[in-house]
């Protein structure tokens, strides 16, 4: 019995494929190639030693989805596939509905047709919005989405809280990710944007290593301890382990979960910067500058009942998150050569 890992080539997708190889688990992918590179699964072939059979192509491509579930007896899917930078979601709309949307429908009426009942879900913070109480618990207000790339992960939630309600069988976790950083300790995995990052820590990385001047720092006179923006910056690794964990307890309780998956602590961009010099003995300049549109002042996560249910929890700091994000920076300074 397999998985099959949407999206696995990606930087997420990467991290829990690997991590789903090191626990002995057999794994599909299936990846476009849109936003990432082969290269990502050769690299986690060489650390696991491991082989993992991997499709190139649309999520949303009925015949390539059939080809796959006819070879392979799949119990669970852990759909990651999609369109992810909430700036480009706003100029392509269409793009974002059909990538993300679309493609999910395509792929939970396959599973249904096909008695594959288990469906790990990647979403995110943002279905939050702008939620007033922090921490966020599971049960805060979701809705608010300030733009299509939220709106389709809120969609998405939807849907899949629609169809568990219809099929008493079909079990669905998902999985509301706060701020992913990081990389596999190693430094052959990581996070590979493409072209200008529009994520503080690549960014931050990227300003280090010379490719850029300096960090705007977006926002100074936000409500909070010194004015710029508060994320729960989560490791990479630590997220692919809490998918590890989601998979081990599919079968228990009700049919449709839902867990935060954070750290439960706020860091401001400010701390982010400190932390990185600390860390890393680089100086990196930056700029206070305007708030960026559709930013929240913070956003932390109450990650307790991923602990109290599947009984994970993240155990890397921002020390390491900022280590292993570096180290992957110096070793790859070019991300992967473009397959
Ligand atoms: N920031 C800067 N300068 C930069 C980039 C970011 O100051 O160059 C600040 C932002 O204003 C924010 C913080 O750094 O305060 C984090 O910003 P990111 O862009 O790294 O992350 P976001 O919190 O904006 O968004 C992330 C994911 C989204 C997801 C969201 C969920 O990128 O996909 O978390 O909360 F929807």
Avoid at 252 to 268: A, C, D, F, Q, R
Wanted: aromatic share 10%.
């Amino acid at each position: 019995m397999s998985v099959l890992v949407t999206g696995g080539a990606g930087y997420i997708g990467s991290h829990a494929v690997l991590t789903l190889l090191q626990k002995g688990i057999d794994v599909i992918v299936i990846d476009d190639f849109s936003n990432s590179s082969l290269e990502s699964l050769e690299r986690v072939k060489k650390i696991t030693n491991r082989d993992i059979k991997v499709y190139k192509g649309d999520v949303a491509d009925l015949r390539l989805l059939n080809l796959i579930f006819s070879n392979h007896d799949i119990h669970t899917v852990i759909h990651f596939a999609g369109s992810k930078s909430v700036g480009e979601s706003i100029s392509k709309p269409i793009h974002y509905y059909n990538n993300n949307v679309v493609a999910s429908l395509v792929l939970i009426n396959e599973m249904m047709k096909r008695g594959i009942y288990n469906l790990i879900f990647s979403s995110s913070a943002t279905v939050y919005g702008n939620s007033n109480t922090m921490p966020v618990t599971e049960n805060a207000p979701i809705g608010m989405t300030t733009n299509p790339y939220g709106t389709s992960k809120l969609m998405i939630e939807k849907i899949l809280d629609d169809v568990t309600r219809a099929n008493s069988s079909f079990r669905v976790t998902v999985l509301r990710y706060f701020n992913p950083v990081g990389a596999h300790f190693s430094g052959e995995i990581g996070e590979d944007p493409n072209g200008i990052p529009n994520n503080l820590m690549p960014y931050v990385c990227q300003v280090a290593i010379g490719k850029y001047k300096q960090v705007s720092v977006y926002g100074r006179d936000y409500p909070t301890k010194d004015g710029t923006g508060v994320r729960d910056y989560i490791h990479v690794m630590d997220l692919a382990e809490g998918h590890v964990a989601a998979l081990e307890h599919r079968n228990e309780g009700p049919n449709h979960k839902v867990y935060n998956l954070g750290t439960g602590k706020g860091y401001s961009v400010l701390d982010l910067l400190t932390t990185f010099e600390r860390v890393t003995f680089r100086s990196v300049p930056y700029v206070l500058s305007e708030r960026r549109p559709g930013d929240i002042a913070e956003c932390w996560s109450d990650p307790s009942k991923a602990y109290r249910e599947l009984g994970w929890k993240a155990k890397r700091g921002l020390e390491e998150m900022v280590r292993d994000a570096w180290n992957w920076q110096q070793k790859n300074p070019n991300g992967y050569i473009k397959a």
